[in-house]
């Protein structure tokens, strides 16, 4: 099963902006990836994908703020994030749209107000 590696969270001012990365254990170049979040006590949820050719699509909330792209080269998956508002606080995980990878540990991301 592939294994996923998240890096890149941190803590930002309301504002500002992070870049997260997913390096992939095995070359994921014909797998749609994809991000999710974790809110505290909140349920896992979908906020970008990206399909092997490009396409990529959000959820409502982060549509315009964040951007995924991915390069099949270095088998890695990134989440450029702006704009980060406190609700963006949470953990960020990659997967496929399917999640059939590994789950990783995921990236703490925190957006102070």
């Known amino acids: 099963q592939v294994q996923v590696v998240e890096s890149g969270g941190g803590l930002v001012q309301d504002g500002g902006s992070l870049r997260l990365s997913c390096a992939a254990s095995e070359r994921f170049s014909l797998a749609a990836m994809a991000w999710y979040r974790q809110a505290p006590g909140k349920q896992r949820e979908l906020v970008a994908s990206?399909?092997?050719?490009?396409?990529?699509n959000y959820a409502d909330s982060v549509r315009g703020r964040f951007t995924i792209s991915r390069d099949n080269a270095k088998n890695t998956v990134y989440l450029q994030m702006n704009s980060l508002k406190p609700e963006d606080t949470g953990v960020y995980f990659c997967?496929?749209?399917?999640?059939?990878?590994?789950w990783g540990q995921g990236a703490q991301v925190t957006v102070s107000s």
């Open positions: 990206i399909t092997r050719g490009g396409s990529t």
């Open positions: 997967n496929t749209p399917l999640k059939t990878f590994r």
